[in-house]
């Protein structure tokens, strides 16, 4: 897959402003999952989670997309919601080159809404404002959007409206994605350079750390040292989470993926 047709991103947004919504949605609409395997909340795999309707911790989905004739990989790194999580928010920000930030139009802008904000501003991130719940009776579009141009400085006439429960407006926020998001850089015939921004335990697998590939080429019978620790190891397994975890042969610069 040429690089050019990579796009990272991130979903942020203050708790309950739909953001778990919107990436079920683009999972749907990729057919990333089917329709018979979907359920809300898909990313969102703790119990807790799901029971609280809080993303506490970072997942990464990878979403095949076609566009003007053109196929594209979206790798989604979806980052938790609460004001608890600030530095897991700004470790999966590390990985991406855009972010959706996604306000409830019932509720406009709010204090972890700011917080993503500037998180997302100091990584330099090209950023989607899009307005959730317009089909609410208490929506007011309008106000928000204002809100979100007075703070931002993006004309409200880019901000993209949407109802992620009813599906309207997801289109138009992945073609926002694939305009505005620009494609990762970094060199494949450079040594091998990622970043861990995220990582799990697994019974039969071990540790599956979440990377983002910067520079290089990473197969599977390469040896990987981990730069903070000097720890060095060989990968049981390397793959891509489709949304959940599917082996390939080796993950190559810009693109996101784990190894066990």
């Known amino acids: 897959m040429d690089r050019q047709n990579i796009r990272n991103f991130s979903i942020i947004a203050h708790v309950d402003h739909g953001k778990s919504t919107l990436a079920d949605r683009m999972l749907q609409l990729t057919h990333t999952v089917s329709d018979r395997d979907m359920q809300e909340q898909l990313l969102d795999s703790m119990d807790l989670e799901r029971e609280r309707g809080v993303t506490i911790k970072a997942s990464a989905v990878r979403m095949d997309y076609e566009y003007n004739d053109a196929k ?4 989604l790194i979806d980052t938790p919601g609460h004001v608890d999580f600030t530095y897991e928010v700004s470790r999966a920000l590390q ?12 509720q406009g802008i709010e204090a972890q809404t700011l917080s993503n904000v500037y998180l997302a501003l100091e990584q330099d991130l090209e950023l989607i404002p899009v307005i959730n719940k317009i089909d609410l009776p208490a929506a007011r579009p309008d106000d928000v959007a204002q809100e979100l141009e007075d703070l931002l400085g993006i ?3 880019e901000m993209i409206r949407i109802s992620a429960k009813s599906g309207i407006g997801i289109e138009d ?8 998001v620009p494609a990762p850089t970094g060199e494949i015939d450079k040594p091998l350079r990622s970043l861990v921004f995220d990582s799990h335990y697994d019974v039969y697998k071990g540790v599956v750390a979440y990377v983002r590939v910067v520079d290089g080429e990473l197969e599977e019978n390469d ?3 981990l730069f903070a620790t000097g720890a060095k190891f060989d990968p049981v397994e390397i793959g891509v989470f489709n949304p959940s975890m599917k082996r390939v042969k080796k993950i190559s610069a810009g693109e996101v993926g784990y190894i066990a």
């Open 72 to 75: 594209y990989i979206f790798n």
């Open 95 to 106: 990985a991406c080159e855009g972010a959706v930030l996604v306000v409830d139009a019932s």
């Open 155 to 157: 004309s409200s006439d």
């Open 173 to 180: 926020v992945l073609q926002a994605v694939i305009e505005r």
């Open 223 to 225: 040896m990987v040292k």
